[in-house]
C-alpha cells in the first residue's frame, strides 16, 4: 500500500529535522525545505498529497507560496503548522486554500491526526483557535442568506466531509450538479474555499 507522500518547509533546522523524524512513521517524507522558493519549486516538481509549512519563511511564506502553487495547477493539501495563534491569521490561511492550521506548541499526534482528516478530505483547526477563526469568518458574512433545501441537503453532506461522489450518490446526483450546488453556496455566501464554507455553516447554524 502507497504511503502518502509529504513534503515539509520550515527555516528552523531543529523543527524541520523533529517533523521528518516524526512523519517518516507514517508517510513517505519526499523532502524538507527551508524558504518560499524552495517550497514552490520542490512541491511543484514533486507534487506530494501534503505540504506541511510554516507561515513565516525567508524569501515567500507559506500563503503566498500557496497561492503560487495553485496558480500552476499544484493540488498537493497544505497543513499550516506555526506559532502564530492569531485567528486572522488561521482564517487568511484556509481563505487561502490550507487544510489544516495548528499550532507547533501542540505538534505531535494532533499533526498526524490533521494530516489524517485532510487525506480523508476533511479540514482541521487546531482546537485553541477554532471559536476565533469562526468569528472571523462570521464577521464578514453578516447579511443573511437563504439557501434552497437542496443546497442545504449538499452543505450538510459537505460539512460532514463528505467526497463528491459519496454526496451525488446520497441525494441520486450527478456528481457535476453537486459540485455546481456548492460553487453556487460559495459565491451566495461570499466564501472562498470549502473550509471556508464549511466554517460558516457551522458558525451561522445553516445545517
Excluded at 102 to 118: F, P, R
Amino acid at each position: 500500500m502507497r504511503r502518502p507522500s509529504v513534503l515539509i518547509a520550515d527555516d528552523h533546522t531543529i523543527v524541520a529535522d523533529g517533523l521528518v523524524k516524526l512523519l517518516s512513521e507514517r508517510f513517505n517524507v519526499v523532502a524538507s525545505v527551508a524558504d518560499g522558493p524552495a517550497l514552490v519549486e520542490a512541491a511543484d516538481r514533486l507534487r506530494p498529497d501534503i505540504v506541511v509549512t510554516d507561515v513565516n519563511m525567508p524569501s515567500l511564506d507559506g500563503l503566498e507560496a500557496l497561492k503560487q502553487l495553485r496558480k500552476r495547477g499544484v493540488t498537493s493539501k497544505f497543513v499550516v503548522l506555526t506559532v502564530h495563534g492569531e485567528p486572522t491569521i488561521a482564517a487568511k490561511a484556509m481563505r487561502a486554500g490550507a487544510s489544516a492550521y495548528l499550532l507547533k506548541q501542540s505538534a505531535g499526534e494532533e499533526l498526524i491526526d490533521a494530516i489524517d482528516e485532510v487525506l480523508n478530505g476533511r479540514t482541521y483547526l487546531a482546537p485553541a483557535v477554532t471559536k476565533d477563526v469562526l468569528a472571523v469568518f462570521d464577521a464578514g458574512h453578516t447579511n443573511e442568506t437563504t439557501l434552497t433545501p437542496r443546497q442545504r441537503d449538499v452543505l450538510r453532506l459537505i460539512v460532514q466531509g463528505r467526497r463528491m461522489k459519496e454526496i451525488a450518490a446520497t441525494l441520486d446526483l450527478s456528481t457535476r450538479t453537486v459540485e455546481t450546488h456548492k460553487y453556487e453556496m460559495m459565491r451566495t455566501l461570499g466564501v472562498q474555499s470549502t473550509a471556508e464554507l464549511v466554517a460558516l455553516a457551522v458558525k451561522r447554524g445553516l445545517v
